[in-house]
């Protein structure tokens, strides 16, 4: 081959790359804006009931919804790519493109090249989405939910229902509301807050409402009666009838306040290294639990064969490089730990050593009595390296979320592009058909998979990646075929 046709093949690929891409653009912002929004209105219809009636400004509704946006995103990228491919390569083989592509000399996986690298380009920068901007996301949006949800305007207020106002201070409970003018019907009030006394308030009728601040209630009541029984003279009692009566609840917020968890983050408002040390703690739990149990059999061995032999109980622990020289082993005195130090000192001070673990099942020994206390001990023993189990893979199933899913968009690149190509006359029908079909049966694979992984049943590992590595495999079968299977 001379220099210039290979320049000439060379431009001709970059003239194919250039349409190629350009084709793919419009179909999947298009796919990725529909798919957003139609995912934002689902989230909108579920979180209706808590927003509307609260008294919420309209920024801190939107930004519900911008801070949603995120994890939406994460999930209709790999989708997008789907259907955009889909179409794409349906449309270029049902106008005979791809067949003259092919007649030129260029197969069809070098056609897939250029997608194939935009995917992979669309994965890695997911991966980094996943990572740092949305469990921010997902932190600020927790943050603000529970703030919401906490907040405490007329409407949270329930008909024919003790609703409490004030944490076991002062409850209301009305017949009816009339929510648009704030009206109650038939209301009785319990209050119990000045320690000293008891006070029900039957009334008539009644309105609420917030002093500018948005802190303090003041309820207006009309025609009732006020009933007030002093706690240290059960036999006192004083009833008190009234046309009309005003009540200052205050402290009761009506204000959104953001800073209710304290800093606490749940798995899918991590990164990844903030989670590595999450499975880590649950690592040193198993180490832990593990060594305590090996020092509490050793520990009621010792005393069934010679009970006396705890009297000073002494195991040999591991060698020391003091040790090795002078041909002795480390010794551990069980009067040295408390165990309530020893569990404590997990948390505050670090991973224990093995030698600790080991005297903590020791000291447990000492409460030995009978084989019930030993199965009681050991059943204990087994739940706690349990829960450390359970926890590792907890989170390490979320590390490996957040590359498994981004893949997915190189994954449907290998699937959607030989389907099109195989059947370029089904139009509409074979992009939504297909695409939910995979979509489901990928989502499916993904979920079954962590929930498995969570049982302890197959590792974080293949728990996220068995469903790229199945759906990876069909998709190079499928691009076998359609390169070397006449139709």
Request: overall charge positive; hydrophobic content about 45%.
């Amino acid at each position: 081959m001379t220099k210039n046709s290979k320049g000439c093949n060379l431009e001709v690929m970059r003239t194919l790359t250039r349409y190629l891409l350009r084709l793919h653009l419009a179909p999947f912002l298009f796919a990725v804006t529909g798919l957003t929004l139609l995912l934002l209105l689902d989230q909108v219809s579920k979180r209706f009931q808590d927003l509307i009636g609260k008294d919420l400004h309209w920024s801190v509704i939107a930004e519900v919804f911008v801070y949603s946006i995120p994890f939406i995103l994460a999930q209709t990228l790999p989708m997008a790519v789907l259907i955009t491919v889909l179409y794409v390569y349906s449309r270029l083989e049902g106008d005979f493109e791809i067949t003259a592509i092919k007649a030129s000399g260029v197969p069809l996986h070098r056609v897939m090249a250029p997608i194939l690298l935009a995917a992979t380009i669309l994965a890695g920068g997911m991966t980094w989405f996943n990572n740092v901007v949305l469990p921010e996301s997902n932190h600020h949006l927790q943050v603000l939910l529970t703030g919401v949800g906490r907040k405490k305007p007329t409407f949270y207020l329930r008909e024919r229902t003790i609703n409490e106002v004030l944490p076991s201070r002062l409850y209301v409970q009305p017949a009816a509301i009339d929510r648009e003018r704030s009206e109650l019907d038939d209301a009785v009030i319990y209050d119990e807050r000045g320690g000293q006394q008891s006070r029900t308030i039957y009334a008539s009728g009644g309105k609420m409402a917030f002093e500018e601040s948005g802190e303090d209630l003041y309820l207006d009541l009309s025609n009732g009666v006020l009933q007030e029984r002093p706690n240290r003279q059960p036999n006192a009692f004083r009833r008190i009838e009234f046309d009309r009566l005003v009540m200052r609840v205050p402290a009761v917020t009506n204000s959104l306040e953001r800073d209710t968890l304290s800093g606490y983050r749940s798995d899918r408002e991590m990164n990844i290294g903030q989670m590595r040390a999450e499975a880590k703690k649950g690592e040193r739990t198993v180490a832990t639990s593990q060594a305590e149990s090996r020092g509490y059999a050793i520990a009621i061995t010792k005393k069934l064969v010679k009970p006396q032999a705890l009297a000073e109980p002494t195991i040999q622990g591991p060698m020391t490089a003091q040790g090795r020289a002078s041909g002795s082993r480390s010794r551990l005195r069980a009067t040295t730990w408390p165990e309530e130090e020893v569990f404590d000192s997990e948390w505050k001070q670090g991973p224990l050593s093995a030698d600790s673990a080991i005297q903590a099942g020791v000291l447990a020994a000492e409460r030995f009595y009978s084989a019930t206390d030993a199965a009681t001990q050991f059943r204990a023993y087994r739940e706690r390296e349990e829960a450390g189990l359970r926890r590792i893979n907890k989170f390490w199933v979320e590390i490996h979320k957040k590359g498994s899913i981004p893949a997915a968009c190189i994954i449907f690149v290998l699937i959607g592009a030989p389907i099109a190509v195989r059947y370029p006359r089904g139009g509409v029908a074979l992009v939504v058909g297909v695409s939910l079909a995979f979509f489901a049966a990928y989502y499916v694979s993904l979920v079954g998979g962590e929930d498995l992984s969570d049982r302890r049943l197959i590792s974080p590992l293949w728990a996220m990646w068995a469903p790229n590595i199945l759906f990876g495999t069909f998709g190079l079968v499928a691009l076998w075929r359609a390169t070397h299977i006449p139709r």
